[in-house]
């Protein structure tokens, strides 16, 4: 499990297989079940996936006002 502070760290990390970052606007219904069956049918046993939301691609949290709409 990843701790608090390697979530923060991995904020800066470049997108891959095991991260992805969307903000509220790119961050629908449609697109958030895509991004988690692509983790679902990629990440191998014993590695750790994050999905951000409210995330732009350079890191930059920028936040979520939505949330009961995601």
Known sequence: MNTKEELVS???DHEDGFIERKTQGAAN???IRKT???FANSVP???IAVFYIGVKNDGAVVGVTETDSL
């Open 10 to 12: 991995r904020l800066k």
């Open 36 to 38: 988690l069956v692509a």
């Open 29 to 31: 219904a449609q697109e």
């Open 45 to 47: 046993p014993g590695r």
